[in-house]
């Protein structure tokens, strides 16, 4: 089993609490709120745990809310290397109306992060990696963070011959995908701006995502489409996995839940053709969960066996 670190720029303490309807100018009463740690890359450490696996969660941390964050990962047990800040770690805020079954969502910006502080958690992943690693940069960037930050981790990675996957999105995304990475994982949105076209269809998709590997070091994509499942594209296959059918929940932590299940699959040696299936099922399985919990094992491998069921009778 290969070694797995995450690296999350902008984590977050995340509040998720519900009430009986949401309407503008009342006070409105909410259930006591659940907070769990959150932010990209830790919510891959948290699933990955939850698998059954292991990985290190890099990160940065800051006042009473990276406090909180901190204690919140050793109760789950997930090994971790904190770089402090001095700002506080941002809480980001999700609200579910039990009365009309719908889910706010609230992301805060996050904390300033001075160069000092971004440029120290690339000189702790260099310390950290070792050759064959796997290394999942994913979320958003803090305000202050430069904009090829994630370039600069592809070239950490690269140094050190590692291997990185990268889930972000915007700038951020095509800066960093242009540095070279391992894999990537974009929605159809994301894939759309990094082929700079307007939009993508069934019809295009393939050819896209062919010429956006043919043009860049990046050995696999697979794009999330939401219902319709993910579709896996590497130099010499495409394969499509459909969504399994379930009780939709919430949708929070489903991207990171599938990120895990693919990093993974990958850190034990499977193919892509398996890692993709697997993830297909972990981020399904996180929209049976509510507020911000991410996949359950169990309901991860009911899923998966459908998919490889589904696979074996086309």
């Not at 290190?56 to 971790?80: C, F, M, R, V």
């Not at 719908?102 to 160069?115: A, L, N, S, T």
């Not at 310390?127 to 430069?146: H, I, K, M, Q, T």
Request: contains cysteine; proline residues 4%; glycine residues 8%.
């Amino acid at each position: 089993m290969k070694r797995i670190l995450t690296l999350t720029i902008n984590p977050a303490l995340d509040k998720s609490t519900s009430v009986a309807g949401v309407v503008p100018f009342k006070k409105l009463r909410c259930n006591i709120p659940i907070y769990e740690p959150g932010g990209g890359g830790i919510n891959v450490s948290r699933a990955i745990k939850k698998l059954g696996g292991s990985s290190i969660a890099l990160y940065l941390s800051g006042g009473p809310t990276g406090e909180h964050l901190n204690e919140l990962l050793d109760q789950e047990g997930i090994e971790k290397k904190i770089v402090k800040i001095l700002d506080w770690t941002r809480e980001n805020l999700a609200v579910t109306d039990t009365v009309n079954e719908q889910q706010f969502r609230f992301g805060m910006p996050g904390p300033h992060v001075e160069e000092n502080e971004w440029k120290q958690i690339l000189e702790e992943l260099s310390l950290l990696l070792r050759e064959d690693d796997y290394v999942v940069a994913s979320g958003s960037l803090a305000p202050n963070v430069p904009i090829d930050f994630y370039a600069q981790v592809a070239k950490v990675a690269q140094l050190k011959k590692a291997r990185l996957i990268l889930d972000t999105s915007g700038e951020a995304l095509k800066i960093g995908a242009r540095a070279g990475v391992f894999l990537l994982k974009p929605n159809l949105g994301e894939l759309s701006s990094l082929c700079g076209v307007s939009s993508i269809t069934t019809r295009n998709l393939e050819s896209l995502a062919l010429k956006f590997l043919k043009e860049h070091q990046c050995s696999a994509m697979v794009v999330s489409m939401g219902s319709k499942g993910a579709m896996l594209v590497t130099p010499n296959m495409v394969e499509h996995i459909p969504a399994p059918t379930v009780h939709h929940v919430s949708s929070i932590g489903a991207g990171d839940s599938m990120v895990a299940g693919m990093v993974f699959r990958l850190a034990a040696g499977q193919s892509f053709s398996e890692m993709a299936n697997f993830g297909v099922a972990c981020g399904t399985a996180a929209t049976m969960t509510p507020g911000t919990q991410l996949c359950k094992k169990d309901d991860v491998e009911h899923l998966y066996q459908w998919l490889i069921r589904q696979k074996a009778n086309i």
